[in-house]
């Protein structure tokens, strides 16, 4: 028979196995998502440098049109380095990203760097607000609907939800928005309908982005709350007589997030994409509105420096997802595991 310290010492070792597994788990998701992470800037930096070079005939005559002189052709090639060997160009273009100088625009006349700057923090109220009412309403509601939909339970309520759910996770946003606008900008005249006069210009183009990524988490959610419910270990824990709040937010919450975390990056990533779209609908005065205006004025400097910041913001979203499924279920990490 085992005795105490037999025992304690045991138990001590099996402790530092398998904290010393988890650490090893961590450096091989460390190693793994930083070659990721360099493949992935590797691609955004090589794909938004051959904006300008891929442009058909000569890019500077595409810029100018054909009948610019050929001295402003000339002067215009020597300043996008298109007199220089393509990989010079590369160097140049890697350089001016390491120092952050993408570069002048060529409507302003200013540094591209300057006109990110000053937009961006509207793209990032309106994204990153979407995203926030996604986690804060989709998770719980669909979590909610998955607990008293359980088992055939309240068909009426699964059935409603899967309708509504459904319809509203496949409006694209900007119908959202014009339908919004109709609304609550000219039925009820309670908020504006564009532009930025007050922090109540932001609500109706955090609601259009965020309705139908809302729904659609909602019913992933739902689906996983099933399958969380089923399982052996919350049987057992509703047999214990577990209080509601530990049972569904300690055992079940961390549980169905894992595999709904994976979708949701997808999803939230996504919304930096349709914030362009949104800011386009509501004249705000953001990236996706400017770099409209840059395609249009053929601004190709602020083209460039907008998608590689806003593709640098969507791999950071995708990392940090990736980081929380680590923490909330460590066997996502590649790494051995104890259970």
Do not use: C
Request: aromatic share 6%; no cysteine.
């Amino acid at each position: 028979m085992m005795s105490g310290a037999t025992l304690a010492s045991f138990t001590d070792t099996l402790r530092l196995g398998v904290e010393r597994s988890r650490r090893s788990a961590w450096g091989t998701f460390a190693v793994r998502r930083a070659g990721g992470l360099v493949l992935s800037l590797g691609l955004l930096v090589m794909l938004t440098f051959l904006i300008v070079p891929l442009i058909p005939g000569d890019p500077a005559i595409a810029i100018l049109g054909t009948k610019a002189t050929p001295e402003a052709i000339a002067a215009l090639r020597t300043r996008l380095h298109l007199d220089l060997p393509i990989w010079e160009q590369f160097a140049l273009y890697l350089k001016g990203i390491v120092t952050l100088d993408f570069g002048t625009s060529f409507r302003y006349g200013t540094p591209v760097s300057t006109t990110i700057a000053t937009k961006l923090p509207y793209t990032a109220a309106i994204a990153f607000g979407a995203i926030a009412v996604v986690v804060v309403v989709a998770i719980p509601l669909g979590m909610l609907v998955g607990v008293l939909t359980r088992g055939g339970r309240r068909p009426a309520l699964a059935t409603g939800f899967g309708v509504v759910a459904g319809l509203l996770a496949s409006f694209p946003a900007y119908v959202a928005a014009t339908l919004l606008i109709v609304v609550f900008a000219i039925g009820l005249k309670i908020l504006p309908a564009g532009g930025v006069t007050s922090s109540d210009s932001f609500v109706l183009p955090i609601a259009a982005l965020a309705l139908g990524p809302t729904f659609a988490v909602a019913r992933v959610v739902r689906q996983e709350t099933f399958g969380v419910l089923s399982q052996d270990y919350m049987r057992t824990a509703r047999g214990r007589r577990i209080s509601t709040a530990r049972l569904y937010l300690r055992h079940a919450l961390p549980n169905l997030l894992a595999s709904t975390l994976t979708l949701a990056g997808l999803i939230l990533a996504g919304l930096l994409g349709g914030a362009i779209i949104i800011e386009t609908v509501f004249t705000l005065p953001g990236l996706g509105l400017e770099v409209v205006q840059a395609i249009i004025n053929r601004d190709y400097p602020v083209i460039q420096g907008i998608v590689l910041v806003i593709g640098a913001i969507a791999i950071a979203i995708n990392l940090v997802i990736d980081v929380l499924l680590g923490v909330i279920d460590p066997r996502t990490l590649g790494g051995p595991t104890h259970d």
